[in-house]
């Protein structure tokens, strides 16, 4: 078990973001021109996020956040944009000072915060180093990662090593999409409503047919905005995993099947998505988010998935259990 000691009673919000303002420039290689507060309000390059620089980088900040939410605990990771996916072999130095800084920033909010850590996804060696300390360190449960990096996805290669790596050393792993951007999508904000969800989705069908939770059956692993459009495909697939052999070719378990074996969050500003996530999600595998503290974020996360069905008690749960927690607690 990675996580030591324990958290605050209440439900559990797995998907929030957390960086340094230190740390604003993002890692080596990154296209964005870095992060930037302007009068209190923080700025990708120079496109506004429309949230106070505070609600990003000040700890005290976000926890006070979590608890005016109504949420007992949140778990923090750094923002997409800090993934060391562009330049990764120069990013060792940022990987490591984001981590150490998170793991002091939650190891003094009393177990309102929980961190999820950098790493890097092309090298196995220096993501086992990564990892190894951060199984050791106070306050972190795993770690946030993309959905693709240089084209690639989880089921097979470095990317799927790391995962293994992951299992081995019982952390968690969130994934977290890029918004990686294509022709198409350059209006109408078309790279996250589109994009965020078509990365997350490409991610689950790479696990799934990939057999990576038949590899790795003990592998926590969530994936955030509710699996993407993945709720909505999994039938598809398996009718492709009967029908024709490149599609089973990796798996010997009908996508279904598989999918009761992923932990996914409940950001789906949907009422109708959360209940067919709930249709082909395990029970105790559905998990309280809000991608705090973005524009895009679910503004009642704990109220949403208990007005449509799944109560707190459920949720506090399946957040202990997803970060390597007992699960009951008097």
Known sequence: M?????????????????LPRELLALPPGNPYGG???????????????????????DIDTVAADTVKAGLGTRVVSAPPFAFPVHAPSDADDYVAAYNEQLSRAVAGTDGTLVGLGLVRLDDVTAARREMTRLARAEGIAGVAVPPLAQGRSYADGTMREVLGVAAELGLAVLVHPMQLPRPEWDHHYLVNLIGNPVETT??????????????LPDLRICFVHGGGCAPSLVGRWDHGWRTRDDVRRGSSRPPSESFTRLYFD??????????????????????????????????DPAGFPQDHGIDAATLEVNGRLFLGLTPART
């Open 202 to 215: 490409t991610a689950v069908a790479s696990v799934l047919l990939g057999g990576v939770l038949e590899e």
């Open 266 to 299: 409940t950001v789906t500003q949907d009422p109708a998505a959360l209940l067919l996530l709930s249709a082909h999600a395990a029970p105790d595998r559905i998990l309280c988010g809000s991608d705090y503290p973005f524009d895009m974020a679910q503004p």
């Open 2 to 18: 990675a996580l030591t000691g324990d958290i605050r009673a209440g439900i559990i919000d797995v998907h929030a973001h957390w």
């Open 35 to 57: 992060m930037n507060d302007r009068d209190g309000e923080l700025f990708l390059g120079d496109t506004p996020l429309s949230f106070a620089t505070a609600a990003m980088t």
